[in-house]
T-cell receptor, first 117, second 109 residues
Framework: EAGVAQSPRYKIIEKRQSVAFWCNPI?????LYWYQQILGQGPKLLIQ????????DSQLPKDRFSAERLKGVDSTLKIQPAKLEDSAVYLC???????????????FGNGTRLTVT | DAKTTQPNSMESNEEEPVHLPCNHS???????IHWYRQLPSQGPEYVIH???SNVNNRMASLAIAEDRKSSTLILHRATLRDAAVYYC??????????FGSGTQLTVLP
């Protein structure tokens, strides 16, 4: 079974520039998540999709972050404009069923490491 | 909000069993106990999960206390590749997968 694919692996941008990350979940997984992991901390959920609809975006900084999941498969996460504090690893995960049910594990990609200078 | 408590760090010798504890005294009846681990420069990896009964898979075993207020992840024979941060997380009850700070496991050769 192919895992969650993310690209790019690394990205360096200057503050106020924009950046986009791409995620391809495991085939058949209806639920997709984006997490942000700042160095030394555990991952923090940004947004959860069920198919192409948003389930939870309560922790997404909507003034600069946006995400979409067209056709219910691939997803992109965008930051515009970036700030220094956005430097982090951005992780994509998918699951067969929503995590809120309790029994469906998440499968994570290896993330995109973003450095904002 | 149901919270888990784990030691910040633990050490183990290679090829010996490791018992990683987790306390979750406010767990509700519908909460599942999930364990993930994160190796350096990788995304978190699912290890195991359970509801009430002990669980075994190819990676580890999960022992759940009878009152469900604590659990233990058991790695039967630690290898250097098991060095990682281990997260104990409660899910279910309409709750997100919320990561704490986890336990940093060091495996000594």
């Amino acid at each position: 079974e192919a895992g969650v694919a993310q690209s790019p692996r690394y990205k360096i941008i200057e503050k106020r520039q924009s950046v986009a990350f791409w995620c391809n979940p495991i085939s058949g997984h209806a639920t997709l998540y984006w997490y942000q992991q700042i160095l030394g901390q555990g991952p923090k959920l940004l947004i959860q999709f069920q198919n192409n609809g948003v389930v939870d975006d309560s922790q997404l900084p909507k003034d600069r972050f946006s995400a979409e999941r067209l056709k219910g498969v691939d997803s992109t996460l965008k930051i515009q404009p970036a700030k220094l504090e956005d430097s982090a690893v951005y992780l994509c995960a998918s699951s067969l069923e929503p995590v809120q049910g309790g029994g469906s594990p998440l499968h994570f990609g290896n993330g995109t490491r973003l450095t904002v200078t | 909000d149901a919270k888990t408590t784990q030691p910040n760090s633990m050490e183990s010798n290679e090829e010996e069993p490791v018992h990683l504890p987790c306390n979750h005294s406010t767990i509700s009846g519908t909460d599942y106990i999930h364990w993930y681990r994160q190796l350096p420069s990788q995304g978190p990896e699912y290890v195991i999960h359970g509801l009430t009964s002990n669980v075994n898979n190819r990676m580890a075993s999960l022992a759940i206390a009878e009152d469900r207020k604590s659990s233990t992840l058991i790695l039967h024979r630690a290898t250097l590749r098991d060095a990682a941060v281990y997260y104990c997380i409660l899910t279910g009850s309409a709750r997100q997968l919320t990561f704490g700070s986890g336990t940093q496991l060091t495996v000594l050769p």
